[in-house]
Nanobody, 119 residues
Framework: QVQLRESGGGLVQPGGSLRLSCVASGSIFSINAMGWYRQAPGKEREWVATITSGESTNYADSVKGRFTISRGHAKNTASLQMNSLKPEDTAVYYC?????????????WGQGTQVTVTS
């Protein structure tokens, strides 16, 4: 069993910043890529950013230049620094991780953390 737990969501005004964190725990031999996705009300879940084990990063065009994804030293954590937030960034943000449990690879998801950007 692998658990991912997000934290750091909240309410912020436009132009503000938030930092989301994700911690993976459980039956983990190694983690390859970790990423962040988001889902706004009435919309499908969309990809936001990914970071590989080699710390290569990719971002959706909508957040490029405003969001920064990073991995922790222990490699089982990932953070998403969100700056210059806009109302359209309002969504539930989910962390995911590609985990090797010693037998097979699995994509695991957290429960999500709410980010609301409003004045």
């Amino acid at each position: 069993q692998v658990q991912l737990r997000e934290s750091g969501g909240g309410l912020v005004q436009p132009g503000g910043s938030l930092r989301l964190s994700c911690v993976a725990s459980g039956s983990i031999f190694s983690i390859n890529a970790m990423g962040w996705y988001r889902q706004a009300p009435g919309k499908e879940r969309e990809w936001v950013a990914t970071i590989t084990s080699g710390e290569s990063t990719n971002y959706a065009d909508s957040v490029k230049g405003r969001f920064t994804i990073s991995r922790g030293h222990a490699k089982n954590t990932a953070s998403l620094q969100m700056n210059s937030l806009k109302p359209e960034d309002t969504a539930v943000y989910y962390c995911n991780a590609h985990v090797w449990n010693g037998i097979s690879w699995h994509v695991n998801w957290g429960q999500g953390t709410q980010v609301t950007v409003t004045s």
